[in-house]
């Protein structure tokens, strides 16, 4: 029985797609749940599922093709694996006793047996065939197999391999690669630019020592983890806590700006930036002032695994009343991170690095952390943005306060 691929329903705020990678060729065997097609939107990939067993019977939509809103793209074909088999009169025994279905048939790369779908998955997320570990029959690599690879880290192929064509071109030779940008990054680089040059954005500058937070991690961070099934205890949590709580201090920093009016929210939904290969998405902690740091923290851990998966969906980052980013991760000592419109505000965190300080009229070697808020000045005067991070760095020297809400 033949049916329609068709493209995810959009969002009312989604135009259109693009595909952007095919999963499966027309006659290769398709087992039910199993991705065909993903197409990248202006904000997160959408992925498109065998509906049954199968195989896809006719692409209509080519790769880099722009799509709309449950367009028809494709023809799926269920049940018709292994339809081609030769007759069974005209077989030979060897013939018999050998694989029939496409998803039986296998590659050798080195020592190591794949099946199709294995090595395209391996090849398109740079991973060395020779690192994999099967568990299929034979010792065959399967594609769970690589996608436990992909999802640990393991099996990454050495960094220098992808630009030794680059690195080993002619002395004296000026050469060039252009590639399109994807959908996603032309979004971010659109959003980025029109924050600029729309809002009155400054940025405000101060410090915090990360010593308390930082022993108060090391004395519970192992009974965290025990009592909380894993989840680890980072800074982002106390971070978030404390936004959370400057920000129902001081209303205009949680606002947002639509034409000529100003809407207040009355809820704390701050938005942690994740880096990914496609680019720099936020998803949304919702009701941040009701979570708990370890309910932060797993959640920040989902988002950021399901991020590198490509499996953020358009929901998870919608709204948002303030955006918190990390730029210390990368080694920033400090930035001026860009407004994510339509907030008005947004948090840049740093790397921590020990510097002599003034403490009690002595010299100490503290721990200390640059913060950057940059904020729009239309909507937040610089006095109510200065006094919003000196709470967020009395908080966090004193994370007692955090807990305690005073």
């Known amino acids: 029985m033949a049916t329609e691929i068709k493209a995810p329903v959009f969002p009312e705020s989604v135009a259109d797609g693009t595909i952007v990678n095919w999963a499966k060729q027309p006659g290769e065997a398709v087992s039910r749940d199993e991705l065909l097609v993903e197409i990248e939107t202006d904000k997160v990939v959408l992925e498109v599922v065998a509906p049954a067993d199968g195989v896809i019977k006719e692409i209509k939509k080519d790769l880099d093709s722009t799509v709309l809103s449950d367009e028809v793209i494709g023809i799926f074909e269920e049940g018709a694996a292994g339809t081609t088999a030769a007759p069974a009169a005209e077989e030979t025994p060897e013939a018999a006793t050998a ?11 080195g020592d190591k047996i794949l099946s199709p779908a294995a090595r395209k998955m391996a090849d398109e997320n740079g991973l060395d065939v020779a690192k994999l570990t099967g568990t299929g029959k034979g010792g065959r690599v399967t594609k769970e197999d690589v ?24 002395a ?22 029109d924050a600029q040059q729309t809002a009155a954005m400054l940025t405000t500058y101060n410090e915090v020592d990360m010593k308390p937070v930082m022993e108060l991690r090391k004395k519970y961070k192992d009974m965290f983890e025990k009592k909380h099934n894993g989840t680890r205890l980072g800074f982002m949590s ?55 740091l370890a309910d932060v923290e797993s959640t920040i851990g989902e988002f950021a695994k399901r991020g590198r998966e490509g499996k953020l969906g358009i929901a998870d980052m919608t709204g948002g009343t303030f955006t918190i980013t990390n730029g210390g991760v990368f080694g920033s ?49 610089g006095k109510d943005a200065v006094q919003f991070l000196v709470t967020i760095k009395e908080l966090l020297e004193d994370p007692a306060r955090i807990l305690l809400e005073v």
């Open 99 to 109: 694989p029939a279905a496409a998803e039986e048939e296998t590659v050798q790369v």
């Open 147 to 170: 996608q436990k690879a992909v999802q640990s880290g393991a099996a990454k192929a050495a960094p220098a391999a992808a630009p030794a064509v680059e690195v080993n071109v002619a």
């Open 172 to 193: 004296g030779e000026r050469v060039e690669k252009r590639v399109p940008m994807s959908r996603m990054r032309q979004t971010i680089a659109k959003r980025l630019v």
């Open 238 to 292: 106390f971070f978030v806590k404390a936004a959370a709580e400057a920000l129902k201090r001081f209303p205009d920093v949680n606002a947002s700006i639509d034409g000529t009016d100003i809407v207040y929210h009355g809820y704390y939904d701050i938005g942690v930036a994740v880096s990914t290969d496609r680019g720099l998405v936020v998803p949304i902690l919702r009701d941040t002032d009701t979570m708990s």
């Open 333 to 381: 000592l400090m930035s001026t991170p860009i407004l994510n419109a339509p907030q008005t505000a947004i948090l840049g965190m740093h790397k921590i690095q020990e510097r002599p300080m003034a403490v009690n009229g002595q010299v100490e070697i503290r721990p200390m952390m640059y913060l950057a808020l940059s904020y729009d000045h239309r909507m937040i005067d």
